[in-house]
């Protein structure tokens, strides 16, 4: 199932997903190619973003974005190329940063469409380090987490493309930074390749005296994006005055209904005042939108000295982006998922 220069292949939303994903949330269409009007361009897809946040949008449950609607094609951020241009500024051949969504081919006006040029090193990189996920670190941890030398940094999902990323700014800025990833090779990973100080496997039976032993002096700052078991372990190891970036709750977006147990929120609560412990929420653009050429110039820098590394998982062909995000769900993701939807 190649991409075609006749047929625009798209995923459309067929249901709304009770838990986990399936074979039936998403259906495969095919249509027309659309074609420019005035002040249009024809974007044909390179590279689809999987992203976590996907799951809140095949949802109707309120939430800080609107939902797909049914029939629609499912969001996502993409790479691509202008086919044909009435777009200022934008010219057959250059490769965009763009929100195509999970299709071969979009119209555009160029609202929110950034251009790459024509021949960009590593156009995926402008989805994972030089696009939102890279972002969402730089931002999140310097804006609220404002880490000073000597903090230690706990991380969860410490090799997905946010975490890694959180983590070896946390080291350049001076920090004693440990990871927390689901297994063994993500964690050596982390160490070997990333510099962070440990990282540890939330799947191993003594997680939580692990972290503890690996967190001597506390935790100043946790990059939240998981939520269950891991915050679970963090929350005691927390030090007065540390700050808790919240970017997402990973573990939680296929849950039907809360956990079983006693109501712990008051118990969070008195640990929030007592240590003086402060969590923010944050939607990268929403929040620090203004903030992207500061990070676009910083991050660059940065990936082009070799002070930061950056993992991709290319994965070939739109038909997979279902099977591919549902694993992503779950974890088994191994650095920033990417499809492959055109044929270079």
Partial sequence: MKQTDTVNRKLVLAQRPKGEPTKDTLKLVEEAIPTAADNQMLLRTEYLSLDPYMRGRMSDAPSYAAPVEIGDAMVGGTVAQVVTSNVEGFAPGDWVLSYNGWQDYALSDGTGVTNLGESPEHPSWALGILGMPGFTAWAGLIQIGAPKPGETIAVAAATGPVGATVGQIGKLLGCRVVGIAGGDEKCTYAVEELGFDACL??????????LANACPEGIDVYFESVGGKVLDAVMPLLNSNARVPVCGLVSQYNATELPEGPDRMNWLMGQILRKKIKVQGFIIFDDFGHLY?????????WVEGNKISYKEEMIDGLENAPEAFVGLLKGENFGKRVIRVGHH
């Fill in 201 to 210: 496997n939330h799947k191993a039976d003594n997680f939580q005296e692990q």
């Fill in 293 to 301: 050429p500061d990070f676009a110039k910083e991050m660059s820098v």
